[in-house]
Nanobody
Framework: QVQLQESGPGLVKPSQTLSLTCTVS??????????WTWIRQPPGKGLEWMGA???????YYSPSLKSRTSISRDTSKNQFTLQLSSVTPEDTAVYYC??????????????????RGQGTQVTVSS
């Protein structure tokens, strides 16, 4: 069974770059038919699909975040990484990494992602 675990700083200052890593075990990030995804949920708000990386390394981003988001991977470590630049307090959220069989850009619930990490709280504050 695939397992995902997010890691990274819990506190980021405004204007800095948020960087999170997702470590995958029990499955390869180069597996056919899956997208490796970042999603987030700000306090009191709905789920937001941020972007994904496919098995070939192709990347897909939310139009609203595309200018600030970069997703990359390290196949030797079976990890993929999110970088979000120029953060503001509005980027405070619980961030999740997940595996999905498609690009679920309109995800409404965490249950849309059967395989996901436990989530990590990131607060943007000076």
């Amino acid at each position: 069974q695939v397992q995902l675990q997010e890691s990274g700083p819990g506190l980021v200052k405004p204007s800095q770059t948020l960087s999170l890593t997702c470590t995958v075990s029990g499955g390869s990030i180069t597996s056919i038919g899956y997208y490796w995804t970042w999603i987030r949920q700000p306090p009191g708000k709905g789920l937001e699909w941020m972007g994904a990386i496919g098995r070939s390394g192709s990347t897909y981003y939310s139009p609203s975040l595309k200018s600030r988001t970069s997703i990359s991977r390290d196949t030797s470590k079976n990890q993929f990484t999110l970088q979000l630049s120029s953060v503001t307090p509005e980027d405070t959220a619980v961030y999740y990494c997940a595996r999905s069989p498609g690009l679920i850009r309109d995800a409404q619930s965490l249950t849309d992602f059967r395989s996901r990490g436990q989530g990590t709280q990131v607060t943007v504050s000076s």
